[in-house]
Every structure is written in C-alpha cells, then in structure tokens.
C-alpha cells in the first residue's frame, strides 16, 4: 500500500509540473518530498558527503572540458535560460533536484531494496526517472542512464546527498556553463584559419 502511495504522490507531481504554474514549483518540490517522507515512513539517509564531493568535482571538470571544445560551447550556446544564475542555485534545487532525488534515489529506491534488492531498485527506479521525462524521447535514454549512475552513487554512498549533489551540479552547471558562452560571445565556430 505504501509504494501505491508514493507512486500516486509522484504521479500527481509530475501532472502538477506540467499543468501547474512554475512560479509554484520551487514550492511544491520541497513539500511534495516532504509528504512523501510522510506517506513513507522513510527518511533518506543523509550521508555520503565524500562522494558528493567527488561527484561534484567530476561533474566540474566534465564542464570544463566541454568547455574547451568547439562543439562542446555551440551545443551549451544553443541554450538559454532567464535568469540563469538564480535558476541554477534556487530554481534547480528546490524544483526539480530535492524532489527527484527524494522520490528515486530515497523514498522508492529504499522501499524496493528493501523488498528485491539493491539492483532491482536500481533497475526500477532508473527506467522509472527515464520516463520521468517524457515526452522528451532523447532524454529519457539519457536520463535513464544517468538514473543508473545516481542509483549507484546512493548505494555506494548509503545516501541521498552525492546522488543530490550530482544531480544539482549536472543541471545547475550545464545552466551557468550555457550562460556564460552565450554571455562571452558566439560559440567558436572550430575554423582555425584566421587569415
């Protein structure tokens, strides 16, 4: 009865993500998680701030390097985001980040391993965070992957935070990063002949 619940809860938020204003949905993330606790019974451990430091670190360095590519600041370039700093620093976690990760990586993924298994809840919860994204079809592969790796991470771990961490620094970056190639001119074009 409990995964019923938590499953309708993340139902209802996804819906409301869609169709509610956006305006609310700093809000809404923190609470919807919170009720989830509640509905649960589960409190996400939070621990793993080693791990949370590498992932952070990882996810720096893979900016910076993409940073460094000419196709890498076209693709960030292609982006744009209104106010992108307090986007990437209050919109992104509290939006989107405390409650995907709460919900996947905390609330369900705890209550499937508890009753199948670290993979299974892995597996579930990945394919499920995939989905999430619909009906983006090229992220939801994406996605789905990248559920795999913060499922690992919150395994490894024994927590929320790196997987929290990780998610925060992907997102939130990737709004800086395209913010700051839009801001410092047009992406580089990779012609090198300057004649």
């Given at each position: 009865?409990?995964?019923?619940?938590?499953?309708?809860?993340?139902?209802?938020?996804?819906?409301?993500?869609?169709?509610?204003?956006?305006?609310?949905?700093?809000?809404?993330?923190?609470?919807?998680?919170?009720?989830?606790?509640?509905?649960?019974?589960?409190?996400?451990?939070l621990t793993g701030w080693g791990y949370a430091l590498g992932a952070a670190c990882a996810m720096t360095a893979g900016y910076?390097?993409?940073?460094?590519?000419?196709?890498?600041?076209?693709?960030?370039?292609?982006?744009?985001?209104?106010?992108?700093?307090?986007?990437?620093?209050?919109?992104?976690?509290?939006?989107?980040?405390?409650f995907e990760e709460v919900a996947f990586r905390g609330v369900l993924w705890a209550l499937i391993a508890d009753g199948h298994?670290?993979?299974?809840?892995?597996?579930?919860?990945?394919?499920?965070?995939?989905?999430?994204?619909?009906?983006?079809?090229?992220?939801?592969?994406?996605?789905?992957?990248?559920?795999?790796?913060?499922?690992?991470?919150?395994?490894?771990?024994?927590?929320?935070?790196?997987?929290?961490?990780l998610h925060w620094t992907a997102n939130g970056l990737g709004i800086l990063a395209s913010a700051w190639v839009r801001r410092?001119?047009?992406?580089?074009?990779?012609?090198?002949?300057?004649?």
């Amino acid at each position: 009865m409990t995964l019923a619940a938590v499953l309708l809860i993340m139902a209802a938020v996804r819906v409301w993500n869609h169709r509610g204003p956006a305006r609310a949905q700093s809000c809404t993330g923190p609470l919807a998680a919170a009720l989830l606790v509640a509905v649960s019974g589960r409190v996400p451990p939070l621990t793993g701030w080693g791990y949370a430091l590498g992932a952070a670190c990882a996810m720096t360095a893979g900016y910076g390097i993409v940073l460094l590519v000419p196709a890498g600041r076209r693709a960030l370039a292609a982006r744009s985001y209104d106010h992108p700093v307090r986007k990437a620093l209050i919109g992104v976690p509290l939006s989107t980040v405390v409650f995907e990760e709460v919900a996947f990586r905390g609330v369900l993924w705890a209550l499937i391993a508890d009753g199948h298994g670290v993979v299974w809840a892995t597996v579930i919860t990945a394919v499920l965070f995939g989905f999430w994204h619909l009906p983006d079809r090229g992220e939801v592969a994406f996605t789905t992957l990248a559920g795999v790796l913060l499922s690992i991470l919150r395994a490894a771990s024994g927590g929320i935070i790196a997987p929290f961490v990780l998610h925060w620094t992907a997102n939130g970056l990737g709004i800086l990063a395209s913010a700051w190639v839009r801001r410092s001119g047009p992406a580089d074009s990779g012609d090198t002949d300057k004649s």
